[in-house]
Nanobody, 124 residues
């Protein structure tokens, strides 16, 4: 079992930055692929970013490429999502997810564990 707790969400103006954290407990993330997803009101959950359990390969949704960065600190058992140049359309609840596969990829059903989410609101 892996418990995931996100933090770092909040209200920010357009063009600003936030860094989300996802602290894992119950198991080391050093051999777990991690991902970030988001869900805006009235919309389906969508993929944001993911890495492989090695942390070497990363994948991003087109709408965040060049603005968001996924990273991890295995010593702290924590994954991060650095979000820069935020836009109003980035407003959503952001979820951290863990996959016991080599990579969870872009499909939510590949992820075995989910956090409770953290709200990000970007004002225009």
């Amino acid at each position: 079992q892996v418990q995931l707790v996100e933090s770092g969400g909040g209200l920010v103006q357009a063009g600003g930055s936030l860094r989300l954290s996802c602290a894992a407990a119950g198991r080391t993330i050093s051999n777990i692929a991690m991902g970030w997803f988001r869900q805006a009101p009235g919309k389906e959950r969508e993929f944001v970013a993911a890495d492989t359990w090695s942390g070497i390969s990363r994948d991003y949704a087109d709408f965040v490429k060049g603005r968001f960065i996924i990273s991890r600190d295995n010593a702290k058992n924590t994954v991060y999502l650095q979000m820069n140049s935020l836009k109003a359309e980035d407003t959503a609840v952001y979820y951290c997810a863990a996959s016991t596969r080599v990579t969870g990829g872009r499909r939510g059903y590949n992820y075995d564990y989910w956090g409770q989410g953290t709200q990000v609101t970007v004002s225009s």
